[in-house]
């Protein structure tokens, strides 16, 4: 048995523990990240692409932004389509000069391993078996095997950074926690294309369904449909996805999406699920191992990198103070945040999909809000807030 020793152990190198060692070694704290894919799984897992003003204003605090600042795409803002015609949302304009940018969340991914490995700090890929044990002490500690030898790494505190389907939320003994759940009659569609896209960040609301134009750079398009929640990719040939998504973008201008070589396809399931609270003992949830939000608002990155700025905050205040007021509070500060979050993410995605349950009553009011929102400065203000990035204190 290895006994590693450290301050804080991380499980799970996606963005939020990835960016929570980073900003922990800036305050001089050590930590180990303890992750099960390998470093190309990693690095190469395409995620979300719209990082937003305040993930962009940590991303460079954090001091790994210049390959986002060289190759990320501004948007100043985004378009809404509806009846066949396009509405321009001005966040920049609205929101006082903030902007969102298309930057890959596996490009955040390889700068922080980057800058992780770059500083010789552990990182230890494919690591199996991980167990946790001794939450409620004062010394818990991550059981797992690395490169055949059976590790125990101890610690003052566990960050739970490991996604969804991960083992640190299910470690949390049974009836502590409470869920918030709400699954969505649909799922998206999405592919990476070769092809330049030619409009800028467009959602469609058609009556056909959701469609979405977005890109991860100048030459490389991301596009996604609404399709049934049952349905699989197999059925989706490219010829199919492409004659769709041209139905979709259908309007007056006579705009339909750039084709080309259809490099990836995924089918993602459309959810809400919120947990309350993200901490036990000395084991604290981060990113999707805490949260879910429908990819509509293109929140998910976001909030977990905020959730890793706001524990490392309370983790730097612990060792360096001596004081436990924001560990204690850390879940309250991270609720208040994704429950906001989750409602712009909601409503987003109720005013742009098609339901099939929707009267003709429903159709129409869905409508009535589209034009609100793209005829009225407050409603487009109140979506622009949000689309840049609810503030966060760095």
Sequence with gaps: ?????????????????????????????ESVIV???????????????????????????AGVGDRMLAEGLIHDGIDLSFRGKRHRIDIRDLTDGKQVTVYGQHEVVKDLIASRTGDGLPLLFESSGVRLAGLDSDSPSIHFVHEGEECELQCDFIAGCDGFHGICRPSIPAGTLTFYDRDYPFAWLGILAEAPPRLPITYQNSARGFALQSMRSRVISRLYLQVEPDDEVANWSDERIWEELALRFEGEDGWSPQRGRILQKSLTGMRSFVTDPMQYGRLFLLGDAAHIVPPTGAKGMNLALADSLIFSRAVIA?????DTDLLRSYSATCLLRIWKVQRFSWWMTSMLHKFADQSPFDQQRQLAELDYVTTSRAAATTLAENFVGLPLPL
Aim: proline share 2%; charged share 25%; glycine share 12%.
């Design 35 to 61: 992750e099960l894919r390998s470093r190309k799984h990693c690095e190469e897992r395409i995620r979300a692409g719209v990082l937003e003003q305040t993930t962009v204003d940590l991303i460079h605090y």
């Design 1 to 29: 048995m290895k006994l590693i020793k450290t301050q804080v152990g991380i499980v799970g190198a996606g963005p939020a523990g990835l960016m929570l060692g980073r900003l922990l070694h800036l305050a001089g704290i």
């Design 318 to 322: 612990y060792f360096k103070k001596n």
